[in-house]
């Protein structure tokens, strides 16, 4: 039984019924094979595979489907959006993405120029800043909306950040 052949694209093609009988013999269905067997063929199926030669159209369809720099910056972007207010810890997004927080502060501090937990808080200050600006929202509020832990810490913070307290900032910016 051939286990792999190629398609008229080029690309390596696994031959279904050897794929089924693997799957059977995984489940019990059918005839038992030796364990050791079974092991032995997925290590040369693993084998092919990485001794597999690839013509160039198929490399460069596969290198169009990896994640550019770019995709996961906008893929980051967009998570970021969609959950600020829970979370603002840069491990969360790189699990989404699964890549690490390094690599993941390398891809956003190259195509942003700033670190993945810098453009995290700068989403959730600008959002305290708009709710500051444009509701009578009580400032423990934005807080517990935002996802800080106590009111006290989004204050602290805040003033880092701005120089003034949320309160402060309401009264000189209220519109």
Same mark, same amino acid.
């Given at each position: 039984?051939?286990?792999?052949?190629?398609?008229?694209?080029?690309?390596?093609?696994?031959?279904? #019924?050897?794929?089924?009988? =693997? =799957? #059977?013999?995984?489940?019990?269905?059918?005839?038992?094979?030796?364990?050791?067997?079974?092991?032995?063929?997925?290590?040369?199926?693993?084998?092919?595979?990485?001794?597999?030669?690839?013509?160039?159209?198929?490399?460069?369809?596969?290198?169009? #489907?990896?994640?550019?720099?770019?995709?996961?910056?906008?893929?980051?972007? *967009?998570?970021?959006?969609?959950?600020?207010?829970?979370?603002?810890? %840069?491990?969360?997004?790189?699990?989404?993405?699964?890549? %690490?927080?390094?690599?993941?502060?390398? =891809?956003?501090?190259?195509?942003?120029?700033?670190?993945?937990?810098?453009?995290?808080? #700068?989403?959730?200050?600008?959002?305290?800043?708009?709710?500051?600006?444009?509701?009578?929202?009580?400032?423990?509020?934005?807080?517990?909306?935002?996802?800080?832990?106590?009111?006290?810490?989004? =204050?602290?913070?805040?003033?880092?950040?701005?120089?003034?307290?949320?309160?402060?900032?309401?009264? *000189?910016?209220?519109?």
């Amino acid at each position: 039984m051939l286990w792999f052949d190629f398609d008229k694209s080029g690309f390596m093609a696994c031959n279904p #019924d050897f794929v089924q009988y =693997i =799957i #059977d013999q995984c489940s019990g269905a059918g005839e038992i094979i030796d364990q050791h067997i079974l092991r032995a063929m997925l290590y040369e199926t693993l084998m092919l595979l990485s001794r597999a030669e690839f013509s160039d159209k198929t490399r460069a369809a596969f290198l169009e #489907d990896e994640m550019s720099p770019s995709r996961y910056a906008d893929k980051f972007k *967009s998570l970021v959006a969609d959950n600020y207010k829970l979370e603002h810890r %840069t491990e969360y997004y790189a699990d989404r993405l699964f890549i %690490t927080p390094n690599y993941l502060n390398r =891809i956003i501090r190259r195509t942003l120029g700033k670190s993945a937990k810098e453009y995290i808080m #700068d989403v959730v200050f600008e959002e305290a800043c708009r709710r500051l600006r444009f509701t009578d929202t009580s400032v423990e509020e934005v807080s517990e909306t935002l996802g800080f832990e106590t009111s006290t810490y989004f =204050i602290r913070s805040f003033g880092k950040r701005y120089g003034v307290t949320p309160l402060q900032y309401r009264k *000189s910016n209220k519109e």
